[in-house]
């Protein structure tokens, strides 16, 4: 049977939650009089809902929307709404919460929305379950001379590894802020050929030159290929340019002191930083980032 806490510290409005809950939608309830306690009895009933007020003494529901979200609890919430409570549920919403109903339409609304966060809740998992499953995964891109497409498969990427993997938010925008600096390094330095000396200067050189190549002959007709090959122990990218490569012997070190604060080196830094592997190809057109799903506990 469904488990619902409802968190309230008014016993008008537990009791009315908790006798639609309990009557209509087939729930067994348990109930908390604020945020505080309510984390108390997550504890100790791990329910499969929480209904929740916003205005309570102690812990509010936006609060303690914000610290399940923080302790990565992702119980489902449903926010019950009154006046003078909107600009709170707004940003519940923003933070983690899953749903809500105004207090004056519990009776004709908590019900039909209980029923539709829990069935979206049990599809999520399962697709995690079925993601746990996977075995390997692979797909290929061939990418133009723009920064808004690599940087909008960075996003995406990051996205996959959210379904592939589970990741929060913090460890997928690290693995995706390495992966942009490839893609823009390919872009820029490989399919460009433009120097990284020129970000070393005060004016705007460099971009001005990126855009002056990007509609000239060579450098306009380079794509950047990329390959995501993703296993339930890694996630491994390789990306290729178009251009004539690099001597990969001549790359600085990533890791010195007087590179990681030099404009040119932060790329190839938070690369090395947040990656478990970079390497490159013999020609220097091709690097390849792996990330070892072990690294991420």
Known sequence: MTLVLIVDDSPIDRALAGGLLEKQGGC??????DGQSALDAIRDCKPDLIVTDMQMPLMNGLELVARLRKDTNLTPVILMTATGSEE???????VGASSYVAKRSLNKRLIDTARMVLASANEEREQSTLMGRLVSHCESFSLQNRTEECRSMSRYLQSSLATFWSLNRAARL??????EEALLNALYHGNLEISSELKERQDNSFYELATLRQNEHPYSERRIDVTVQTTSEETRYIIRDGGNGFDVSKLPDPTDPENISRPSGRGVMLMHAFMDSVVYNDRG?????????TSMD
Do not use: C, P, Y
Not at 174 to 179: D, F, K, M, T, Y
Not at 285 to 293: A, D, F, G, S
């Open 88 to 94: 709170l549920a707004v940003e519940a919403l923003r």
């Open 28 to 33: 067994s309830v348990v109930f908390a009089v």
């Open 174 to 179: 690290r693995i995706g802020l390495a992966v």
């Open 285 to 293: 057109n091709e690097v390849t980032l792996v990330k070892k799903r």
